[in-house]
């Protein structure tokens, strides 16, 4: 049920893919937000021992002490923290590392404007192609556990079916232009129709410029279209706009579990945090 759907230009600079949104939408100081930032900050020596659900901070630990407690030990700590916290229910509390090492937007910075550029040149907005690239793999090229790669973070198949060569000789994933145009085609054919079928059978109404529904798309491109329907299937009343994203981020169906809930979240810190070490220092 879409309207205003926007032309199939889109714009043709960075301007239009900056943070500006989140802070005109109030996203900038929700403890989502500002937790994700800290984690960026922090060295990966350290720990933030926070409440899962609402990413409520209750400590900074040292990482290596904190995980190499005993179940029962770490139980005694929660239930001071509770007590400390006057939170009376039974929240899910856990000890997230420090992630400065990875989140390197100083290195990623002269990659942004190429990968707009190549989904602008593909008919997709850029402003997917700056969140895919600051939160994938922002510090060097690696394969995660489930075996994506490259700058985009492609599985294999989806790099074979958008015609990328991936054999023991040669690993076109590793070229950026090669694998943006993969990610960009994977966005514009899969990701997007997927997104507006998913809200159409609901009957929730969007628009394509919107962040919340660009949030979701991304939710699409890293969880898949499958796990992001089940996810939504399980919310009881679906809002609209924002607060479906936010009802997102507390819901786990399939394999849409933690590192899928958090998905979003990141991407709106990595663009708070990317303006305030980058754009703000070259403007």
């Not at 199939?8 to 939408?25: F, N, Y």
């Not at 090492?101 to 700056?130: C, M, S, T």
């Not at 294999?156 to 070229?175: F, I, P, T």
């Not at 943006?180 to 609901?202: E, F």
Request: net charge positive.
């Amino acid at each position: 049920m879409a309207f205003d759907d926007p032309a199939p230009t889109v714009a043709s600079s960075t301007s239009a893919v900056s943070a500006a949104e989140i802070h005109e939408l109030g996203l900038s100081n929700i403890p989502q937000v500002l937790f994700w930032r800290k984690i960026m900050n922090l060295h990966k020596d350290s720990c933030l021992v926070n409440v899962h659900n609402s990413r409520t901070i209750l400590a900074t630990w040292h990482a290596t002490t904190w995980h190499g407690y005993g179940a029962e030990e770490k139980g005694k700590i929660l239930d001071s923290f509770k007590r400390l916290n006057g939170i009376t229910d039974s929240p899910r509390i856990v000890g997230t590392m420090g992630k400065s090492f990875f989140y390197n937007f100083e290195k990623v910075a002269p990659n942004i404007p190429l990968g707009v550029q190549e989904f602008e040149n593909n008919g997709v907005d850029g402003w997917y192609a700056k969140a895919i690239l600051l939160i994938e793999s922002p510090n060097q090229l690696q394969k995660s556990n489930a075996g994506a790669y490259g700058p985009f973070q492609l599985m294999k198949g989806v790099a074979l079916n958008y015609g990328l060569r991936v054999n023991k000789k040669v690993d076109e994933r590793a070229n950026f232009n090669r694998s943006a145009y993969a990610a960009s085609q994977l966005i514009k054919s899969i990701c997007i129709p997927y997104t507006k079928q998913m809200l159409d059978a609901k009957g929730i109404v969007y628009n394509e410029k919107d962040l919340w529904f660009r949030l979701l798309v991304m939710h699409v491109y890293n969880a898949g279209a499958g796990n992001v329907k089940l996810a939504l299937d399980a919310i009881a009343t679906p809002a609209t706009g924002m607060g479906l994203i936010q009802q997102l981020w507390v819901t786990s169906a399939g394999r849409f579990k933690t590192a899928s809930q958090n998905y979003s979240q990141l991407i709106l810190a990595a663009f708070l945090e990317y303006e305030a070490r980058i754009e703000k220092k070259t403007n």
